[in-house]
Structure formats: C-alpha cells, structure tokens
C-alpha cells in the first residue's frame, strides 16, 4: 500500500491501521492509555472532544511514546492526563511546547513544576489545536513526561499557550 494523499484515510478508508514502518493511526477518542499503545499517532481535529490518561511513568515505562496530531481546528477539548495528579510526587509533564498564533507571536510555553494535564482548544484563549498541531509525549523517568511539539492556534491571535498545562488538584 502506498502512502495515502492528503485528506484520504487510505486503505479500507480507516485510521487505525498499521503503516508499513509498524506505527498504528487511530482517531482521537477518549482512552486510558497502556505501554502496549506505544508508538501510537492519534489523528485529532475530527470535531469531538477526547480525554487520554497516560499510564503511571515508572521504570518499566521509560520510552513509552505517542503522538497526537490535529487535522484541522479541534474546538472541542483534548486534554491529555497523567495517571497520578498527586501534588509534587505524582506523575509530571516537563518540557515545553511552540505556540504559534495568528499575530505570529510564536512563544515557547514551559511547563511548570505540578503540570499534570495538557489542554488543547482552538476556542480558548492561550491554548489551541489548529491544523497543523503536533504533540509528543514520552515517559523519560519513574515521575516524568517529556513533551514537545507544536502548537497553532487561530482562535486567540495574541495566545502565548500559558493554558496549555494546568495542575488537576
């Protein structure tokens, strides 16, 4: 099967299905996430809403990796979670992620010491999730989530992403 054009969902007109290299596309919907969705790329922008909770970062899950790609403008949420929310011991997101706006104000939003849910909504100021949208999250120790990507954002034209991450409790 060759690679699918631009708009098409190639073979049997379905996301999830394995490309040849072995990585699984599947459209965004709510989950908990296992080590076994390793590698996963989860096609977002489909106009539905979509809550992820990552798996516990552990020893065992050191290089566990997905990605989350948007298609077009997601205006409903997809939040990403980690499994612990505890304050300060739990499970964190470290890192930082490009925010691209339409006032070209391209900021790096870092994410501070208790983040442990992403928010992406083309609808709310200083996130978004437009076309274009890429985020990656690996687990790289017992208690931490790297993520990088990048973030556009139409809705807010001054957004510099601050409302990307927050602290659950």
């Known amino acids: ?32 996430l296992t080590a076994a969705d390793s590698g996963t790329i989860f096609v977002c922008g489909t106009g539905g809403a979509a809550d992820f909770v990552l798996p516990a970062a552990s020893a065992e899950n050191i290089g566990v990796v997905y ?31 490009l925010s691209c706006n339409a006032a070209a104000v391209n900021t790096i939003a870092q994410f501070a010491a208790d983040s442990n849910k992403l928010t992406f909504d083309d609808n709310v100021a200083n996130t978004g999730g437009g076309p274009g949208t890429w985020v990656e999250i690996v687990c790289v120790s017992k208690s931490n989530w790297f993520v990088n990507g990048i973030l556009e954002g139409d809705s807010d034209a001054d957004g510099v992403g601050s409302a990307i991450a927050s602290d659950v409790d």
């Open 67 to 97: 990605k989350f790609v948007w298609t077009a403008a997601e205006v409903d949420a997809i939040t990403i979670t980690t499994a612990d929310t505890t304050d300060t011991t739990g499970d964190m997101f470290v890192g930082g992620i």
């Open 1 to 32: 099967m060759g690679i699918p054009l631009y708009g098409q969902n190639g073979a049997g007109n379905s996301l999830d299905q394995l490309a040849p290299s072995g990585v699984r596309c599947v459209q965004a919907a709510s989950r908990t």
